[in-house]
């Protein structure tokens, strides 16, 4: 089946530091990707949406200076946390779907960050 | 805004018992909807995807039905296991004027006892 391939899976990095996370998609053509957050006991919370070749689409109050996505190809999505802090610490996960709108939705194994 | 409602959001079981997780989302015109699992601190496992057209899916020992019209979806599991601990997410996939999105519940933590 269809497989999304999240790197890393887990990262602790200093305050001030940037951290990209990598979304994968190994075995179709990902025509649009989502960036989810997921705070302790919560569900995931949509934090932009990017198609590929297409500036993202951030939700309300996600800083787009901040996550810098990038879908540059088919296969590629980019999440890069700029000057992190400790509340930026939480886990991120990625989901793939293919062209048609009635496509599942697959997902990374996400990437847990600590910032400290 | 499509808002995905799940109850309960915990729930715990004897093993072997049968169960019923409940989701219910706002607006009807959704293209699909999901059933997840996720383990502690570990990504989503996608479970079954009933398309806007269809009224249940079946793996083993789970089965999902989809009532459009009434915004509710049901995830039955059968003699339930220990394994089967986990949270569950439900999400919608419609089209909203800002393009189309997936809608999360906020899940319901089970745990079946041995």
């Known amino acids: 089946g269809a497989v999304v391939s999240q790197h890393p899976s887990r990262v602790i990095c200093k305050s001030g530091t940037s951290v990209k996370i990598e979304c994968r998609s190994l075995d179709f053509q990902a025509t649009t990707m989502f960036w989810y957050r997921q705070f302790p006991k919560q569900s995931l919370m949509l934090m932009a949406t990017?198609?590929?070749?297409?500036?993202?689409?951030?939700e309300q109050g996600v800083e787009k200076d901040k996550f810098l996505i990038n879908h540059a190809s088919l296969t590629l999505s980019t999440l890069t946390v700029t000057s992190a802090h400790p509340e930026d610490s939480s886990f991120y996960i990625c989901s793939a779907a293919g062209g048609y709108y009635n496509s599942p939705l697959h997902f990374g194994n996400g990437t847990r960050l600590t910032v400290t | 805004k499509q808002e995905v409602t799940q109850i309960p959001a915990a729930l715990s079981v004897p093993e072997g018992e049968n169960l019923v997780l409940n989701c219910s989302f706002t607006?009807?015109?959704?293209?699909?909807l999901q059933w997840f699992r996720q383990d502690p601190g570990k990504g989503l496992t996608s479970l079954l995807l009933i398309q806007s057209s269809q009224r249940e899916q079946t793996s083993g020992r789970l089965n999902a039905s989809l009532d459009k019209s009434s915004g509710r979806s049901t995830l039955y599991i059968a003699a339930s296991q220990p394994g089967d601990s986990a949270t569950y997410l439900c999400?919608?996939?419609?089209?909203?004027?800002?393009?189309?999105?997936?809608?999360f519940g906020e899940g319901t933590q089970l745990t079946v006892n041995p």
């Open positions: 607006d009807s015109a959704i293209y699909n």
């Open positions: 999400a919608v996939f419609n089209q909203e004027t800002s393009g189309s999105r997936l809608t």
């Open positions: 990017s198609n590929e070749g297409s500036k993202a689409t951030y």
